[in-house]
């Protein structure tokens, strides 16, 4: 279990920047805590997955020592993501121990990506926890639908999720992954049921990240011609607000909420990208759309100082590539082996 006494990141001195070969300041880290889940969605897992041993997976611990170290380089945002990170066991401990680092000044947010399905265990404690903002995955809001893409899946608890979430004080934003067939026509739907509940939906392009048994270049659904086809039913109002990450947003005059695009593939974000991702093995990648990562587990674990951690951090970060190299033309040809549910989104 973490020690609540621990360092806080603000009570040491801070170190230098972390800062690419391109000038791209890293302030945003995305930290996987799992590639468990208690959902198989179509477009992320196959339906049988091997997962890591537990001996490979970083320990709480070792999460926060991390994060800490991150912290210290100039950090400033946290996102918990997975798998599904709300089954790690004692999950919040870590949102806990991170809740320092709000308290100090050091962090300016901590968030999260989940599927909902265990928040209403959780909302309010993660709340306590100076949580302010959750992202949620939902692709359908029809039961049988929702049991296909995540292969079983009961859409009743996400909702639950959601509701509970939003007692609990938490700002909900939707994420929704696009993919061709019902989607198109469940879209409206979707947009109804999150802007008249005050949620942000964003759609996001499917990625070909691992073998998940389906033909991407068949399912791949470009945001632009979704886009086109919503026009002709909604005004949207494209909005100025660029949070630096992959989205553009679009206010819908109609139901006056906003509407999130997510296209990786025809990225035009990466000259901005302020993200590092840790796989929940302690695998840093410096680009989600690339294959290649650096371990910093035996760094952790080999060393009580943390300079031999902080050696290979910064020598990984001076080789962040100018872009990703994703694409879907020829199902996945292009794409990674690599699972979305190892790195989280
Ligand atoms: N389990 C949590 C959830 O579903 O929100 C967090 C992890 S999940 C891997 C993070 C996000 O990645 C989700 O919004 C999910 O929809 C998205 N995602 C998973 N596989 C994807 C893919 N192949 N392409 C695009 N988005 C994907
Ligand atoms: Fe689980 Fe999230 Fe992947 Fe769905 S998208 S299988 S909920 S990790």
């Given at each position: 279990?973490?020690?609540?006494?621990?360092?806080?990141?603000?009570?040491?001195?801070?170190?230098?920047?972390?800062?690419?070969?391109?000038?791209?300041?890293?302030?945003?880290?995305?930290?996987?805590?799992?590639?468990?889940?208690?959902?198989?969605?179509?477009?992320?897992?196959?339906?049988?997955?091997?997962?890591?041993?537990?001996?490979?997976?970083?320990?709480?611990?070792?999460?926060?020592?991390l994060?800490a170290v991150f912290?210290r380089?100039?950090?400033?945002?946290?996102?918990?993501?997975?798998?599904?990170?709300?089954?790690?066991?004692?999950?919040?401990?870590?949102?806990?121990?991170?809740?320092?680092?709000?308290?100090?000044?050091?962090?300016?947010?901590?968030?999260?990506?989940?599927?909902?399905?265990?928040?209403?265990?959780?909302?309010?404690?993660?709340?306590?926890?100076?949580?302010?903002?959750?992202?949620?995955?939902?692709?359908?809001?029809?039961?049988?639908?929702?049991?296909?893409?995540?292969?079983?899946?009961?859409?009743?608890?996400?909702?639950?999720?959601?509701?509970?979430?939003?007692?609990?004080?938490?700002?909900?934003?939707?994420?929704?992954?696009?993919?061709?067939?019902?989607?198109?026509?469940?879209?409206?739907?979707?947009?109804?049921?999150?802007?008249?509940?005050?949620?942000?939906?964003?759609?996001?392009?499917?990625?070909?990240?691992?073998?998940?048994?389906?033909?991407?270049?068949?399912?791949?659904?470009?945001?632009?011609?979704?886009?086109?086809?919503?026009?002709?039913?909604?005004?949207?109002?494209?909005?100025?607000?660029?949070?630096?990450?992959?989205?553009?947003?679009?206010?819908?005059?109609?139901?006056?909420?906003?509407?999130?695009?997510?296209?990786?593939?025809?990225?035009?974000?990466?000259?901005?990208?302020?993200?590092?991702?840790?796989?929940?093995?302690?695998?840093?990648?410096?680009?989600?759309?690339?294959?290649?990562?650096?371990?910093?587990?035996?760094?952790?674990?080999?060393?009580?100082?943390d300079?031999?951690v902080e050696?290979?951090?910064?020598?990984?970060?001076?080789?962040?590539?100018?872009?990703?190299?994703?694409?879907?033309?020829?199902?996945?040809?292009?794409?990674?082996?690599?699972?979305?549910?190892?790195?989280?989104?």
């Amino acid at each position: 279990m973490p020690d609540p006494r621990a360092p806080s990141a603000g009570d040491t001195v801070r170190r230098p920047l972390l800062t690419d070969s391109f000038g791209r300041k890293m302030t945003y880290l995305r930290l996987s805590v799992t590639d468990r889940c208690d959902l198989r969605c179509v477009y992320c897992m196959a339906e049988h997955m091997h997962f890591v041993f537990h001996k490979d997976l970083l320990t709480l611990e070792e999460l926060y020592r991390l994060s800490a170290v991150f912290m210290r380089h100039g950090v400033r945002k946290i996102r918990i993501t997975g798998g599904e990170p709300l089954v790690r066991k004692n999950i919040m401990c870590l949102f806990e121990m991170l809740s320092r680092h709000i308290d100090n000044g050091d962090l300016d947010e901590l968030v999260l990506t989940t599927n909902g399905t265990q928040l209403p265990r959780f909302a309010q404690q993660l709340h306590d926890y100076g949580l302010r903002r959750v992202n949620v995955s939902l692709d359908s809001l029809d039961p049988d639908r929702y049991r296909t893409l995540t292969r079983g899946g009961d859409v009743r608890k996400a909702l639950a999720g959601i509701e509970a979430a939003q007692k609990a004080g938490l700002k909900v934003k939707i994420n929704s992954v696009a993919m061709r067939g019902a989607f198109e026509n469940e879209l409206d739907g979707l947009i109804r049921f999150t802007h008249e509940r005050g949620i942000d939906l964003t759609l996001i392009e499917e990625m070909p990240l691992g073998d998940v048994h389906h033909d991407r270049s068949a399912s791949f659904l470009p945001l632009d011609s979704v886009r086109q086809n919503l026009e002709t039913r909604w005004t949207l109002t494209p909005l100025k607000a660029n949070t630096g990450g992959p989205a553009r947003y679009v206010r819908v005059e109609e139901t006056g909420g906003q509407l999130g695009f997510i296209t990786p593939l025809s990225c035009d974000f990466c000259a901005s990208c302020n993200r590092l991702r840790v796989s929940c093995t302690g695998d840093l990648y410096t680009c989600m759309g690339k294959d290649t990562s650096v371990p910093l587990r035996e760094a952790l674990r080999t060393s009580c100082g943390d300079e031999k951690v902080e050696g290979v951090i910064f020598d990984a970060i001076a080789r962040k590539p100018e872009r990703h190299s994703l694409s879907v033309a020829s199902n996945a040809v292009s794409g990674i082996g690599r699972h979305m549910s190892v790195l989280g989104g």
